[in-house]
């Protein structure tokens, strides 16, 4: 089974902050991997597939890179509504996998 | 416009059986990978299985906290999803999401339905 580590588990940050978050696989995914962004009480939303690629609507702000088994989620300029938890996910091999999410607070 | 509406969630005791649903619309389930994602109270999110599209024979996958107690089924004529639960445990307590997948680059879930919750407790 591929294990997908998030870090940080928890980021403190503050609005127009450059924010970075990194996941590692435990083999390597190519570009198999997306990211999600959660708000409390809410469906997650995807922000980024295969690795780098920017879902439609979402903000340029937000950013992807890597393949094999590092990848990495930026956000350029942190706002107000970015604050939220974010989890990366494995689409290569099954099971199909997230990250342990990295929580973006104040 | 693509919507998914989970139901079904319930309190039910250990052992029991549930079955919850995820009613589509604005496309049709039949073309699109499903998965069903599940999240435990303050916990992070876990895939619990998929089914194929009808060109791949409407095939499963599930993560092995489930397999042999869970299996996805889809209904054509209501356009409708489901996910059966059988000899639940505590430990399978979560709000369950059922996403619909844009193919392409591992088959992404690009919609999610709002979650119905789970309580498996005596």
């Known amino acids: 089974d591929i294990q997908l580590t998030q870090s940080p588990s928890f980021l403190s940050a503050s609005v127009g902050d450059r924010v970075t978050i990194t996941c590692r696989a435990s083999q390597g995914i190519s570009s198999y991997l997306a990211w999600y962004q959660q708000k409390p009480g809410k469906a997650p939303n995807v922000l980024i597939y295969a690795a780098s690629t920017l879902q439609s609507g979402v903000p340029s702000r937000f950013s992807g890179s890597g393949s094999g088994t590092e990848f990495t989620l930026t956000i350029s300029s942190l706002q107000p509504e970015d604050f939220a938890t974010y989890y990366c996910q494995q689409l290569l091999g099954y099971p199909l996998s997230f990250g342990g999410g990295t929580k973006v607070e104040v | 416009e693509v919507q998914l509406v989970e139901s079904g969630g319930s309190l039910v005791q250990p052992g029991g059986s549930l079955r919850l649903s995820c009613a589509a619309s604005g496309f049709s389930l039949s073309d699109h990978y499903m998965d069903w994602v599940r999240q435990a109270p303050g916990k992070g999110l876990e895939w619990v299985g998929r089914i194929r599209s009808k060109p791949h024979s409407h095939s499963t996958e599930y993560a092995a906290s489930v397999q042999d107690r869970f299996t996805i089924s889809l209904d054509d004529s209501d356009n409708s999803l489901y996910l059966q639960m059988n000899s639940l445990k505590t430990e399978d307590t979560a709000v369950y999401y059922c996403?619909?997948?844009?193919?392409?680059?591992?088959?992404?879930?690009?919609?999610w339905g709002q979650g119905t919750r789970v309580t498996v407790s005596s």
């Open positions: 996403g619909k997948t844009r193919y392409g680059a591992g088959n992404y879930i690009e919609h």
